[in-house]
């Protein structure tokens, strides 16, 4: 069975210059199978926004025309998975796809000891009741919602250590995701080395644009730990991404190998884990370590939360189209392609003026609403108003990542989240280069309507990730004004 990719020939950049001048991302595939989309007019879309309670989480797809909310399950699958998931071996203990699965684990990020998880979250589950007791401090370079909500239920606090200018929207800071040294020693020391279980670090920080940490960072974080004798902890949803920039932008990695960058990088942890709906395209997710005192203690807790040591709650298709993603991870024209359509995206919508996170990361293109609608207070969404405007005037859902996505202090007053992003994702060889100009031009027109959208209110509000569930409304006829003023502007046009 051929589980492994062609990846002959991909060593030099898949960068094709155009005779134009133009900086235009080539698609380095081909579509073979296709799902048909619609757009509905927007009337309808301001009756679907309504029924979602101003949250994107809650629209259905059938409303959606393009949907940008997540890379999460959502990247295009590839030839070789689809035929790979047809010769799965269906067993509940010792199957072949799992022994698959491991080594392809083994193979791009050279670890040998795997416990399978049915998704990321489940990894942070079983670690962190392994590993941390309430009072704990978990140091790490940003936060994910998952990670900081299943901290705190085991009763940790989190510190985290960006540079101080990382959380800046506008950067030329090729490596934002990085750690500062300084203040992991000061966190450490300050807490108390034997209350400080883990360090986390976050490959292609997700909450702070998908922004990459250095191999150089990477080395002194890990040489702390070992000082220190804590275990570093890698979280490597996004590691593909963070893998490609390193090789773009950090000096000493310009000849290396995608696979070789991953191997180094996963050298230096003790624990990597994943969620595989990012990573590879499939579902699922696992933790993996060479050491086997670590092993030994989280497989306790796999077969009582996942299921069996060689399943983990995922399915052997999904187990065989995980081992396949693992190994086109590898590869740069599969890579590059998210990264390099989001890079795209951001260098128009700066050049329209429009504020965006720069660098260009991974995942997604991240619109910053607060620079967009700086008439809304934090205390009113700004994130998730443009969330929903963009929505009704596009039919493109995308996530907020802002002080919705945040959580309340103990007095009941809300954590302003340090930036208010829309998240528009690009899931890997998903939209193709015209749905990325519509975007473009939506929200360009959206920009010139700024003043027109105004902000939300909780009607409904989960205590735990309230962003999923949760339920707000406009707080004036916002939406019916931004409505009149797409009909006026667009005529007859969806
Ligand atoms: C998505 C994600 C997770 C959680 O994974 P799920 O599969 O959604 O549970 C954890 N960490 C990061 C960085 C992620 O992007």
Known sequence: MSSSPDTSGHSASPAVRFF???????????????????????????????????????????????????DSGTNAMSDVQMGAMMQADDAYAGSQSFERMQAAIEEVFGKRLVLPVHQGRAAENVIFRSYVKAGDLVPMNYHFTTTLAHLELNGAKIAE????????????????GNMDIAKLRHAIASHGVQNVPLIRMEASTNLIGGQPFSIANLREVAQVAKEAGILLLLDASLIGENAWFIKQREPEFQQASIASILHEMCALADIVYFSSRKVSSSRGGAICTNRPEVFDKLKVLVPLFEGFLT???????????????????????????????????????????????????????????????????????????????????????GMERGTLSSTRDSYGNDILADAELLRLALPRRVFTLSQVKYVEDRLHWLYTQRELVGGLRFVEEPSVLRFFMGRLEALSDWPEKLMQAFKRAFGDSL
């Open 311 to 397: 399943y983990g709650g995922m399915s052997v298709r999904e187990i065989e189209a995980m081992a396949v993603g693992l190994r086109e991870t590898t590869d740069d024209t599969i890579i590059s392609q998210s990264p390099s359509f989001i890079r795209y995206l951001v260098e128009r919508l700066e050049a329209l003026g429009i504020p965006v996170v720069t660098p260009a990361g991974g995942l997604g293109c991240h619109v910053d609403a607060g620079g967009f609608l700086p008439h809304i207070p934090q205390a009113e969404y700004p994130a998730g108003a443009l969330a929903a405007a963009f929505y009704l005037i596009s039919g493109v859902r």
């Open 20 to 70: 134009s001048g133009e900086n235009i991302p080539l698609e380095m595939h081909k579509v073979r199978v296709v799902q048909k989309l619609s757009l509905p007019p927007i009337e309808e879309r301001l009756s679907a926004i309504r029924r979602a309670g101003f949250n994107t989480f809650l629209l259905k797809t059938r409303d959606v025309y393009l949907d940008m909310l997540t």
């Open 161 to 176: 250590l960006l540079h101080d200018e990382a959380l800046q929207v506008k950067s030329t800071n090729p490596f934002k």
